[in-house]
């Protein structure tokens, strides 16, 4: 290859990105007859021969895909040159150049983590060739991606029937997500509709986003959006999707490019087929702090409580991302690197170069600083550079212990946090204004709606007053005309981070030359236009309640504070309205019942740790792991949001992301909530017993400080993860199963119901309740006077409030209830009669 032909490494990635989209392609079409006349002349140089005939036929379909394009006359940004991007997909299979062994290294390394061997050898799949009759040869077009969550096993039960749970190809969305049956000819008739939609979106992708950077993360989300649910190999292991395996084949093909460029090896085909050299590192960003900075209020009275919480939420989520967006500038490398970010963590696949440290450390001392200067310790992020690795690491017999070692590292540098900055200069001085009235903690310094404030909480303070109207979020290396935006504030690496109500203008050429990164939230109702810039679409978990135009009326609103009834059609819910949404109408003469309250609802995955480390078993490899953490998150990022949305609308998200959740709402809808949301993660992840939730719920009143409510969920979440896991805790010492919860909610609407028609009182309630304190106290004391005496004094006062045989049904109900074992019949008895007990008083007080 001639100097003027080496290529660069935007071209290196988007051929090794695109170099299997031959396979979704071809599967879409009716066998090689569909093939264009210009393409199957092509076979003989594209493609590799196996016993004298030619095998892995997507490639020469990766490239009818190039020809199509240019039938359309569709261009790559500037800078990116056609052909060779063609090149590097085409031809992974049959390398003649350096450039072809770039991507071919790149996607054996990958399949060799993915794939089992008799995946490799079985790649000629597609029953294609010329003369052979298809038969049943289309198993490949039949064969749907198997639910990840289907392969975890950690020997806590049955794992569930993995044919059973499988993936339609379809666009993602919340819809779409739960794993299930899928009959060949659905999946047949799935691809023939998705590709069409995939092949134009690409080309209005190709003609709107001329940034390369830009056009990579469009690339990216719209190859998430579309190959999402489809089987990268359709062999053996099912599991990997086709946007994973291509997202790892371009990362490990840019680090290759920029290790041997730095050695002058890029037109070295040996070398770069060399797997004993140590080529690799990963580099994983952890932020640290998030629980204490996230709920730092002086008091829950604190003006703007609520959006000063969604918008820190928000911000953390964003310095991450910022975080992972410099290391990348700094490393010269495309968005494929990243190769997990959820929760608060990134990994990204680096090139193991001499410069490498030096640039982490720069990187690692700006962030330190920034971060010190910002939140005074509170909130670090943790840099972790792994050990550098060779290609036979990454195959499947040694990844495991790649990972774990790269992990370590990861863990190390929490130890080390802000290592760089001088600790003895953290302590606070504050001028005439003394303490931020937010966090309590910081200096006050700037004046925001006649308050003075911290820099942070006053950022904090305006961002959360734009999040509601945020359709697009993006990062620049100079503020944006004022003009153009909701707010924006300085993130560290000198950049600029921005909310818009929408996109730029596409035709704002000096705007967009500002312009680094960026995203726009996905509308689930809608199937997004790649043509509007930015062309990456993200689903995030931003649903909030907002006040309606009939709100106004609502009588449970009449006595809020004046603060409360003064916003408009529109605008965010305060927590006195969610407080004031938890009274109901008595059915009687309609008067509002209950005591007005919130339900702070706190969940997160059980045993994730071990999921990721050793569910997988030894078919742990990077893919997996990849489509592991994407999948994880987008049941809190992706179902939660609808199904807040459909179910629960004044329900108020203060974060949900990677493994985690944390929201507010009216107490005895988060309760009902609770319930719903394990039934929707039972089936997001296939009923593996492998794979839980567990919960808390903790109820305050409104102007209880929220970081005290928090922190006593927090307690409960432990006592549920203490309790067995796969429980939630809330009223009660005990943990419920799930099931028990479901039983528990039923059983409280029946005594509301007893007590609304006067078929009880609630001094009576109040009695049962103290008796089954009593019995929980007595558990195991079967020979002690307390034992004995509760069920004698139970017996009398049951007797009492239902006397006679017309009231036999009732007594035997509350009877069972409180499984005194006095009498039969009376149905399924519950652990503990608390929780439904103290659900029916509270809605009835």
């Not at 390394?109 to 089992?116: P, W, Y």
């Not at 998705?194 to 986003?209: H, M, S, T």
Request: net charge neutral; proline share 5%; glycine share 8%.
């Amino acid at each position: 290859m001639a100097p003027s032909d080496t290529p660069n490494l935007n071209e290196v990635a988007l051929g090794a990105f695109l170099e299997d989209i031959g396979k979704f392609m071809q599967r879409a079409h009716d066998g090689y007859d569909a093939l264009p006349e210009q393409v199957r002349s092509r076979a003989s140089v594209v493609l590799p021969g196996f016993k004298g005939r030619s095998t892995h036929w997507h490639a020469l379909w990766a490239d009818a895909f190039f020809h199509a394009l240019e039938q359309r006359g569709v261009a790559f940004p500037a800078g990116i040159n056609a052909n060779r991007v063609r090149d590097a997909a085409v031809y992974h299979h049959n390398p003649a150049t350096s450039l072809h062994w770039l991507s071919a290294e790149a996607d054996r390394l990958s399949a060799g983590m993915d794939r089992k061997k008799k995946d490799e050898a079985a790649e000629e799949e597609d029953g294609g060739a010329v003369g052979r009759p298809a038969l049943r040869r289309d198993g490949f077009r039949r064969t749907p991606l198997r639910s990840i969550f289907a392969g975890i096993d950690l020997g806590r039960g049955d794992p569930p029937d993995r044919r059973r749970l499988n993936h339609k190809v379809a666009e993602l969305g919340p819809a779409t997500l739960a794993p299930e049956p899928i009959a060949g000819e659905v999946q047949k008739a799935a691809y023939a509709e998705a590709w069409p939609k995939f092949f134009d979106a690409f080309v209005e992708l190709c003609r709107a986003e001329p940034d390369p950077e830009l056009f990579h993360a469009g690339l990216l989300s719209l190859s998430e959006r579309f190959t999402w649910a489809i089987p990268s190999s359709t062999i053996d292991q099912p599991d990997v999707p086709l946007h994973d395996h291509n997202k790892s084949v371009a990362a490990i093909a840019s680090c290759l490019h920029r290790f041997h460029e730095a050695h002058g090896e890029l037109h070295d085909a040996a070398a770069i087929q060399d797997r004993a050299r140590r080529k690799f590192r990963f580099l994983t960003g952890d932020l640290s702090g998030i629980q204490s900075t996230l709920f730092r209020l002086a008091a829950q009275q604190v003006k703007g409580s609520a959006r000063i919480l969604r918008a820190r939420s928000f911000l953390m989520g964003a310095l991450v991302e910022t975080a992972s967006l410099l290391c990348r500038r700094k490393l010269g490398l495309p968005p494929y690197c990243e190769l997990m970010a959820a929760g608060g963590r990134f990994v990204l696949l680096v090139p193991a170069l001499a410069e490498t440290e030096s640039a982490v450390a720069d990187i690692r001392r700006s962030l330190d600083s920034w971060l010190r200067a910002r939140y005074y310790g509170d909130l670090v992020l943790n840099l972790g550079l792994g050990p550098a690795f060779c290609g036979h690491d990454l195959l499947q017999d040694r990844f495991g212990a790649t990972w774990a070692e790269a992990q370590r590292v990861a863990e190390d540098a929490k130890h080390r946090a802000l290592s760089t900055q001088a600790m003895g200069t953290l302590a606070v001085t504050y001028g005439a204004d003394g303490a931020c009235p937010a966090c309590g903690v910081r200096p006050a310094s700037r004046v925001v709606d006649d308050v003075v404030r911290c820099e942070a909480c006053s950022d904090e303070y305006e961002i959360g007053r734009a999040l509601p109207r945020t359709h697009t979020v993006l990062w620049c290396h100079r503020p944006l005309p004022e003009g153009k935006v909701l707010r924006q504030i300085s993130v560290p690496g000198d950049l600029t981070l921005a909310l818009l109500e929408d996109s730029l203008p596409a035709g704002d050429v000096e705007a967009w030359r500002r312009v680094v990164s960026g995203w726009r939230v996905a509308d689930p109702a809608e199937a997004g236009n790649a043509s509007t810039r930015p062309a990456a679409r993200r689903f995030v978990a931003n649903y909030v309640p907002r006040l309606a135009e009939n709100d106004a009326q609502d009588r449970r609103f009449a006595d809020l504070s004046p603060d409360a009834r003064d916003l408009d059609t529109g605008d965010m819910m305060t927590f006195e309205h969610l407080a004031a949404l938890s009274r109901e109408a008595d059915g009687k003469d309609g008067a509002l019942v209950g005591r007005p309250m919130l339900g702070v609802l706190k969940a997160d995955v059980d045993r994730l740790g071990q999921v990721f480390s050793v569910g997988l078993g030894s078919g742990l490899s990077l893919g997996r792991l990849a489509t592991l953490s994407r999948m994880m998150d987008a049941f809190f990022t992706v179902v939660l949001p609808d199904l807040l949305r459909r179910e629960f609308p004044d329900t108020y998200t203060v974060y949900a992301g990677g493994d985690d959740l944390l929201l507010i709402g009216p107490w005895n809808r988060i309760v009902t909530l609770a319930a719903a949301l394990e039934v929707a993660f039972r089936a997001h992840v296939g009923a593996n017993p492998s794979v839980t939730l567990s919960a808390a719920i903790e109820l305050c009143g409104v102007s209880e400080p929220l970081p005290r409510a928090v922190a006593r969920a927090e307690g409960r979440l432990d006592q549920a993860k203490d309790g067995g896991r796969n429980k939630v805790s809330l009223i009660d010492e005990l943990p419920l199963t799930w099931p028990a919860l479901a039983r528990s909610i039923a059983v409280a609407d029946q005594v509301s119901t007893r007590i609304r028609g006067n078929t009880v009182s609630t001094a009576f309630l109040y009695r049962c309740l103290s008796f089954s304190r009593e019995k929980a106290a007595a558990q195991g004391e079967v020979l002690s006077l307390r034992a004995a005496d509760w069920r004698a004094r139970w017996a009398y006062h049951l007797r009492r409030q239902f006397p006679g045989r017309d009231n036999e049904g009732e007594l035997r109900y509350f009877d069972s209830l409180m499984d005194s074992g006095l009498m039969a019949g009376g149905g399924e008895a519950l652990p503990s009669a608390v929780v439904p007990l103290v659900i029916a008083l509270y809605r009835n007080r």
